[in-house]
């Protein structure tokens, strides 16, 4: 789960939100909504709302009073979704082969 801290809060549910959280996606999502970018990794602004909905539990008129600063940010945050993960650890390969 990543938290986005907004710039501007955004009326959800009937409360008003200050912090967006979104789960990570899962193939099920992928499947639903398709990729959230282009093959030159742009991001589609219509894909990214669905995926903010659905990875915020949010409605689609909430995702609309969001600011473009934090659309940007939160586009970003999804696109690094699709990304590698950083190493925690070192394998034990790795380690035996750096010593």
């Not at 909905?53 to 689609?60: H, I, K, Q």
């Not at 600063?69 to 939160?74: G, R, S």
């Amino acid at each position: 789960m990543k938290e986005f801290k907004l710039s501007q809060p955004i009326m959800a549910h009937g409360n008003e939100l200050h912090v967006l959280e979104l789960k990570e996606p899962t193939v099920k999502d992928i499947k639903k909504l398709g990729f959230p970018f282009d093959n030159q990794m742009i991001g589609d602004p219509k894909k990214v709302s669905d995926y903010i909905v659905a990875l915020g539990n949010v409605t689609p008129s909430s995702v609309e009073q969001l600011t473009p600063y934090d659309f940007l940010m939160i586009t970003s945050e999804i696109m690094m979704f699709f990304g590698p993960k950083e190493k925690v650890e070192n394998t034990a390969e790795e380690q035996a082969t750096a010593e």
